[in-house]
């Protein structure tokens, strides 16, 4: 059973300057020591400051902010202390934020809480853990976890189900929410989102003979004797009671059934399919489609389902257009942006886009060189079964030879050359030609 005292009570106080006077108020001695770990913020401390020291506490950790050469003091500062009872390790993140529009968030706050998530995945594997101090964040009554956000369900498989009626948070902070206090809001749903997901156990195979000795063993000395200590053992939550019991029931499965080990997982192919053009912009609303998707064929008389599915479709396909286009619109520019200023640039884009073109043209089977020749073979093939208008065009063309005179044809290319012919030939050679002419037996040899 559990009692105030046994519970580990944890505290932070925005101090407003830790200061030897404070420490030495008995006010100030008091209230820490109702607490096992203690932090402050905004201690204004530096690094000269002599070692700050609280009996019956550790300090643990000490974070101090420098001074800025035209301010009249320090500011920030965090510091933690411990009780030196306390075996357990426990994390815990003592956070001061400065406000929004301070000259010190020089980087915006959104560095700082990624880090901090980042932060509580990791330290949340090894044990509890804990968010404190002053974040300047104002959270209003938003809850602070994942709500239920579509409450009008029209096909449910249970008649007597009632929807769950969540309280809204009882917060004294009258403030409108900042944009500080959306972000604490959303890391305090990621960090109970982002859990690790254990492998399934692995598979028994039940015969007759198995179950029967699983009965067996179950009924022994020995697993009674356990079943009786898990039944007298008190358990902090309900997970580990759960992973006790059947951590029996695990061991008895062992010793009677054969276990079936699961098979070693293929590599995957890390190389991704995805568009050059195609964003993360694109990937989330694809996302949603296909989301939509399920839930439309879970609920097809649900017309809210319908009307967002095809909303988000029909954004996905205009956003996949237009990304295309301005991702070829982009290339061609570079192109003609680089050709003669940066050739080296040039050439780089031209020979990634033949590699992208490559691994394209690599999924297509490559043509047999008998198919290409067989293809111009049947091409060059004459038909000779002729149309109407075809058969009309030969039958002139036949008529046409059998009424040409070959014999005068003959006669002007057989006829033998004279002297005139060759002079006149001569005289319309141009001037930069050269051309001799020599006489034996009545022929005439020309030589240019």
Same mark, same amino acid.
């Given at each position: 059973?559990?009692?105030?005292?046994?519970?580990?009570?944890?505290?932070?106080?925005?101090?407003?300057?830790?200061?030897?006077?404070?420490?030495?108020?008995?006010?100030?001695?008091?209230?820490?020591?109702?607490?096992?770990?203690?932090? #402050?913020?905004?201690?204004?401390?530096?690094?000269?400051?002599?070692?700050?020291?609280?009996?019956?506490?550790?300090?643990?950790?000490?974070?101090?902010?420098?001074?800025?050469?035209?301010?009249?003091?320090?500011?920030?500062?965090?510091?933690?202390?411990?009780?030196?009872?306390?075996?357990?390790?426990?994390?815990?993140?003592?956070?001061?934020?400065?406000?929004?529009?301070?000259?010190?968030?020089?980087?915006?706050?959104?560095?700082?809480?990624?880090?901090?998530?980042?932060?509580?995945?990791?330290?949340?594997?090894?044990?509890?853990?804990?968010?404190?101090?002053?974040?300047?964040?104002?959270?209003?009554?938003?809850?602070?976890?994942?709500?239920?956000?579509?409450?009008?369900?029209?096909?449910?498989?249970?008649?007597?189900?009632?929807?769950?009626?969540?309280?809204?948070?009882?917060?004294?902070?009258?403030?409108?929410?900042?944009?500080?206090?959306?972000?604490?809001?959303?890391?305090?749903?990621?960090?109970?989102?982002?859990?690790?997901?254990?492998?399934?156990?692995?598979?028994?195979?039940?015969?007759?003979?198995?179950?029967?000795?699983?009965?067996?063993?179950?009924?022994?000395?020995?697993?009674?004797?356990?079943?009786?200590?898990?039944?007298?053992?008190?358990?902090?939550?309900?997970?580990?009671?759960?992973?006790?019991?059947?951590?029996?029931?695990?061991?008895?499965?062992?010793?009677?059934?054969?276990?079936?080990?699961?098979?070693?997982?293929?590599?995957?192919?890390?190389?991704?399919?995805?568009?050059?053009?195609?964003?993360?912009?694109?990937?989330?609303?694809?996302?949603?489609?296909?989301?939509?998707?399920?839930?439309?064929?879970?609920?097809?008389?649900?017309?809210?389902?319908?009307?967002?599915?095809?909303?988000?479709?029909?954004?996905?396909?205009?956003?996949?257009?237009?990304?295309?286009?301005?991702?070829?619109?982009?290339?061609?520019?570079?192109?003609? %942006?680089?050709?003669?200023?940066?050739?080296?640039?040039?050439?780089?884009?031209?020979?990634?886009?033949?590699?992208?073109?490559?691994?394209?043209?690599?999924?297509?089977?490559?043509?047999?060189?008998?198919?290409?020749?067989?293809?111009?073979?049947?091409?060059?093939?004459?038909?000779?079964?002729? %149309?109407?208008?075809?058969?009309?065009?030969?039958?002139? #063309?036949?008529?046409?030879?059998?009424?040409?005179?070959?014999?005068?044809?003959?006669?002007?290319?057989?006829?033998?050359? %004279?002297?005139?012919?060759?002079?006149?030939?001569?005289?319309?050679?141009? %001037?930069?030609?050269?051309?001799?002419?020599?006489?034996?037996?009545?022929?005439?040899?020309?030589?240019?």
């Amino acid at each position: 059973m559990y009692t105030p005292e046994s519970l580990l009570q944890i505290a932070v106080w925005n101090i407003e300057g830790l200061s030897l006077d404070k420490i030495n108020d008995p006010y100030f001695i008091r209230t820490i020591q109702k607490f096992h770990i203690f932090g #402050f913020v905004e201690t204004w401390s530096n690094n000269l400051d002599n070692e700050i020291n609280i009996p019956g506490f550790s300090l643990i950790d000490i974070n101090t902010r420098k001074k800025h050469k035209k301010a009249r003091r320090n500011s920030g500062g965090i510091c933690v202390f411990a009780k030196n009872s306390i075996a357990k390790d426990v994390y815990i993140a003592t956070v001061y934020i400065s406000p929004e529009n301070s000259s010190v968030n020089i980087s915006g706050i959104e560095p700082i809480y990624n880090q901090l998530l980042a932060d509580t995945v990791k330290y949340s594997s090894l044990g509890h853990i804990m968010l404190q101090g002053d974040f300047n964040a104002y959270t209003n009554t938003k809850p602070d976890y994942v709500t239920f956000d579509e409450s009008k369900i029209t096909n449910l498989e249970d008649s007597h189900y009632v929807d769950d009626k969540i309280m809204s948070r009882n917060n004294l902070d009258p403030k409108l929410i900042n944009n500080s206090g959306k972000i604490l809001l959303s890391l305090c749903q990621d960090s109970i989102v982002q859990c690790q997901l254990d492998p399934l156990p692995n598979k028994f195979i039940w015969s007759q003979e198995a179950i029967d000795l699983y009965t067996q063993n179950s009924n022994n000395t020995t697993s009674r004797k356990k079943f009786e200590e898990y039944l007298q053992k008190d358990f902090k939550d309900a997970d580990k009671a759960v992973e006790a019991f059947t951590s029996i029931l695990y061991e008895n499965a062992k010793k009677s059934a054969k276990l079936v080990k699961s098979f070693p997982k293929k590599k995957k192919n890390k190389r991704s399919n995805r568009k050059p053009w195609f964003s993360e912009s694109c990937k989330e609303l694809r996302t949603s489609v296909k989301n939509y998707e399920k839930l439309v064929n879970k609920f097809p008389e649900n017309a809210e389902y319908r009307k967002k599915f095809y909303s988000f479709r029909s954004k996905f396909r205009r956003l996949c257009k237009y990304e295309e286009k301005t991702y070829k619109r982009k290339i061609c520019s570079e192109l003609s %942006n680089r050709c003669e200023k940066n050739p080296k640039v040039f050439w780089k884009i031209l020979n990634k886009l033949s590699k992208q073109s490559e691994l394209k043209d690599k999924s297509v089977n490559d043509i047999p060189q008998k198919d290409f020749i067989k293809f111009y073979k049947n091409l060059n093939k004459s038909d000779h079964d002729y %149309n109407d208008h075809q058969s009309n065009v030969v039958h002139k #063309f036949e008529s046409l030879k059998a009424n040409l005179n070959y014999s005068v044809i003959s006669d002007e290319i057989n006829t033998e050359i %004279n002297a005139d012919e060759i002079v006149k030939a001569i005289r319309l050679l141009r %001037n930069d030609d050269i051309v001799l002419l020599s006489q034996s037996k009545n022929e005439w040899t020309t030589k240019f």
